[in-house]
């Protein structure tokens, strides 16, 4: 969302991809879920698989909703493009890099 500031406003942002050196910030939104009604925000390392990074941070994530069936995740996207069979390559190789949104459906 824009923003309209009333003064100049020329500040470096404070969660630019340079201050997280190895890490990366990944917003990741479980499309339709009641429960998760936006995505939440990981820092995780930019070369962790995507297969460790869906088993250690999405599952305990959206195992917090009752209703969760890890058998059931599937229609990966990546800022709304379609994530074809990621495995176990590295995030970063994926296309999924400082801030991108990651959506599933289960």
């Known amino acids: 969302m824009a923003v309209k500031a009333l003064y100049s406003y020329d ?3 404070a969660d630019r991809a340079e201050l997280f050196g190895d890490d990366q910030l990944v917003y990741v939104h479980w499309e339709g879920n009641p429960v998760f009604c936006s995505a939440a925000c990981f820092r995780v ?3 962790m698989a995507f297969a460790e990074f869906v088993e250690t941070v999405v599952g305990p994530w ?5 209703d969760f069936d890890p058998a059931s995740v599937g229609d990966w996207r990546v800022n709304g493009q379609p994530l074809g069979a990621p495995g176990d390559a590295p995030l ?3 296309g999924i890099g400082h801030k991108a949104l990651l ?3 289960a």
């Open 45 to 47: 390392p930019k070369a």
């Open 103 to 105: 959506q599933f459906t």
């Open 92 to 94: 970063t190789e994926l």
């Open 62 to 66: 959206a195992g917090s909703d009752p």
């Open 11 to 13: 500040f470096p942002s």
